[in-house]
């Protein structure tokens, strides 16, 4: 393997490394790890003939087992597993053995689809296991302890101890056949996935090479660590890599983990046109169309990838988020299995099946998705925020708390956790709790707007007059000056408490003004008039005219007030 180049200088020396890593990948039959690098290599220029990377050496041992290795290579690209490890066993290659180990890996594999595919449905479906897993590790381990695993070989038993969840050594592992073989991306995927925090992260040796910038970009998207991701993905494309749809690909998706909408919209629209057959991501695109109800878009988007490959699992979840904006739930709910069918360890296809069974009232069915969801992987906060809702409509609280929280702690800066936690604290009467959950909410951006009319309720239940009114008063000024309608659904609740309430503390003027702005309000109308007729009734009774309205209160018996007046002058209904 050429030298490493741990920056982005030479991007001749980094081109070299993909071409030869291509090869290398593609004699192990390592097909997703070939198309990764290939994607990133044809982002790239062309290299002239004379800078093209030589084919690798033969060792004594490749040439020996150079037919049985083209022979069971040939097998093995037609999958048949069995066939192929039955002729490598004996070769002494180390291609030649990571090939016999990883046919007997994938045997097990496709044994074990099979009798899952062939049990009753995803949810109901027994622990089937790969019976090949014990085997391979007792052989893998011999190997390993004596130092004879190179870094393809390392990867194939990381694999093997990470599917009979020996997590720790796994990761040890995957370290390891990084070092080992820095090029390969698949184990830095593997990695990926077992890696459940920044601190783990950051406790992790790794080599220092150009490609574990992209580790590090992957590995701060799912963290939710979206900003960091995504000035080192504008670093990658910067340093010559801005023609990669891998990149703009997980651009897309970092967009969509933090709900900015339109820009992950318009990325995914430039994905498309770059590669019209492309079908990963596009499960996360479609998620994208069904937030924004976009039915046309997304019934074009299910027919067009059924037409390329209708049994990927990216298809079966389009059309599944398909059938559920046209409220189908049960067609939507199939479409999911389907998807499970054909990958058990699809992570969205879970997660949605739970939102349908769900939409059913379904609850049984729902915690067990998000649950096999949680298991595929601990990060998805959909899942413990679908568990947290399951709960909450079997009211059950103290679950909710719980799965709220482990929600929030992966979303921190999450309106929706925030507001979620903090009904469940108000349920469970911890208001402490609850006021700083919905201020939170507020403060890092409410998204559905509801933070500050929960908190201003919730002071309004507990007699806090002057805190509710605060509340109020903020949730109505960012109301109108975000320039949203009138007829937004609280905005009459916020003004008949604060009619009242100024009409209270005697400030007539602000008082009034409410109640005038109460009669834009078919649900409030009669209220607002109500309170106008009072208004006048006290104006009447007056001898002389109300004191300044920004000083202190004038009445003996009525404390000084905290709140500032409501200003809705430069405001039309």
Not at 161 to 178: C, G, P, S, W, Y
Not at 469 to 494: K, N, P, R
Request: proline share 3%; with cysteine.
């Amino acid at each position: 393997m050429a030298a490493l180049c741990s920056e982005f200088g030479d991007l001749v020396q980094i081109k070299k490394q993909l071409i030869t890593v291509i090869s290398l990948c593609k004699e192990r039959g390592l097909v997703h790890s070939v198309k990764w690098a290939s994607e990133l290599a044809f982002a790239l220029d062309p290299l002239p003939k004379n800078e093209l990377p030589p084919s690798a050496t033969f060792t004594e041992e490749d040439a020996q087992d150079l037919d049985v290795l083209g022979l069971a290579k040939s097998y093995f690209d037609l999958k048949e597993y069995d066939r192929a490890a039955y002729f490598l066993r004996g070769c002494r290659s180390q291609k030649a053995y990571f090939l016999y180990m990883y046919s007997r890996y994938l045997s097990g594999e496709k044994k074990k689809d099979d009798e899952t595919v062939d049990s009753l449905g995803p949810l109901e479906k027994g622990q089937v296991r790969n019976e090949a897993l014990r085997e391979l590790r007792v052989e893998l381990s011999k190997k390993h302890s004596a130092g004879e695993l190179e870094g393809f070989t390392l990867y194939l038993y990381g694999v093997v101890l990470r599917k009979l969840d020996l997590l720790k050594e796994a990761v040890e592992v995957f370290v390891e056949a990084t070092h080992a073989l820095p090029l390969h991306w698949g184990a830095w995927l593997e990695l990926c996935n077992l890696i459940t925090n920044i601190d783990m992260l950051k406790s992790l040796s790794l080599p220092d090479c150009w490609i574990r910038d992209f580790f590090m970009a992957h590995m701060y998207t799912e963290l939710q660590m979206i900003k960091e991701a995504l000035q080192k993905y504008q670093s990658l494309i910067e340093s010559g890599f801005s023609k990669s749809t891998y990149i703009i690909s997980q651009i897309a998706v970092a967009y969509h983990n933090i709900r900015d909408i339109d820009q992950a919209l318009a990325l995914f629209n430039e994905l498309r046109e770059q590669d019209p057959f492309r079908i990963e991501n596009m499960d996360t695109f479609s998620n994208l169309l069904y937030v924004r109800s976009m039915k046309p878009e997304l019934s074009y988007l299910a027919h067009n990838l059924v037409e390329i490959d209708k049994y990927r699992v990216e298809t079966c979840c389009v059309i599944g988020n398909y059938y559920s904006l046209r409220s189908q739930h049960e067609k939507a709910a199939l479409y999911f299995q389907r998807a499970l069918k054909l990958n058990p360890r699809c992570l969205g296809a879970w997660t949605l099946m739970g939102h349908e069974y769900m939409e059913m009232k379904n609850t049984s069915a729902a915690i067990q998705a998000y649950r096999h969801a949680i298991e595929v992987n601990k990060r998805d906060y959909r899942a413990w925020y679908g568990l947290g809702q399951t709960y909450e409509i079997l009211k059950m609280p103290f679950y909710c708390l719980y799965y709220y929280r482990k929600a929030h702690q992966l979303r921190p800066n999450d309106s929706r956790m925030l507001v979620a936690l903090g009904e469940s604290y108000e349920k469970l009467s911890q208001h402490v709790e609850a006021k700083k959950c919905y201020w939170r909410a507020y403060s890092v951006g409410d998204v559905e707007r509801m933070a500050l009319l929960k908190l201003a309720k919730l002071h309004e239940q507990l007699n806090e007059s002057d805190d509710a009114a605060q509340c109020y008063i903020i949730y109505i000024q960012d109301i109108f000056s975000c320039g949203e309608q009138l007829e937004h659904a609280e905005v009459s609740t916020a003004l008949r408490y604060l009619g009242q309430y100024y009409f209270k503390n005697k400030l007539y003027d602000e008082a009034s003004l409410c109640a005038q702005r109460c009669c834009d309000y078919n649900d409030a109308r009669e209220e607002g008039k109500a309170l106008l007729r009072q208004i006048s009734q006290v104006r009447d009774h007056m001898e002389a005219s109300s004191t300044d309205l920004f000083g202190p209160l004038s009445s003996n018996n009525t404390p000084v007030r905290r709140v500032s007046p409501l200003d809705l002058s430069s405001f039309s209904p």
